[in-house]
């Protein structure tokens, strides 16, 4: 009878899985998560250009103090400058216009010469 008691208790104390281990599998789908994040931010704003190295874009941002940002992208190559507004002053000719049209997007039209 003793032997028949020993055996029952050993089965009783199998080893339960490690709590722990789920945590490795939940940082794997986080880093998915957020790489399908950063790509639907690209595709939403049409900025699938900056991965393409055959590709030139230039960007322009101006924060609340009034300085600008001009980003530039030349095949791998990326410069940023920072502009104030002292800087971006001074004398020149009109090269065109621009219009803003009614979703966001600004148009350029160069003028006539003749």
Same mark, same amino acid.
């Given at each position: 009878?003793?032997?028949?008691?020993?055996?029952?208790?050993?089965?009783?104390?199998?080893?339960l899985e490690d709590p722990i281990s789920g945590i490795?599998? /939940? +940082? $794997?789908?986080?880093?998915?998560?957020?790489?399908?994040?950063?790509? %639907?931010?690209?595709?939403?704003?049409?900025?699938?250009? /900056? +991965? $393409?190295?055959?590709?030139?874009?230039?960007?322009?941002?101006?924060? %609340?103090?009034?300085?600008?940002e001009i980003i530039s992208k030349k095949g791998k190559e990326i410069k940023v400058k920072k502009l104030s507004?002292?800087? %971006?002053?001074?004398?020149?000719?009109?090269?065109?216009?621009?219009?803003?049209?009614?979703?966001?997007?600004?148009?350029?039209?160069?003028?006539?010469?003749?």
């Amino acid at each position: 009878m003793k032997l028949l008691s020993e055996h029952h208790s050993k089965q009783d104390q199998a080893p339960l899985e490690d709590p722990i281990s789920g945590i490795a599998n /939940l +940082f $794997d789908v986080s880093v998915v998560l957020i790489v399908a994040m950063i790509i %639907a931010l690209m595709t939403a704003l049409n900025m699938l250009e /900056l +991965f $393409d190295p055959n590709t030139e874009v230039t960007l322009t941002k101006k924060n %609340a103090q009034g300085q600008m940002e001009i980003i530039s992208k030349k095949g791998k190559e990326i410069k940023v400058k920072k502009l104030s507004p002292e800087e %971006a002053a001074g004398h020149g000719e009109r090269l065109g216009t621009a219009y803003q049209l009614e979703d966001g997007q600004i148009i350029y039209v160069p003028e006539n010469d003749g």
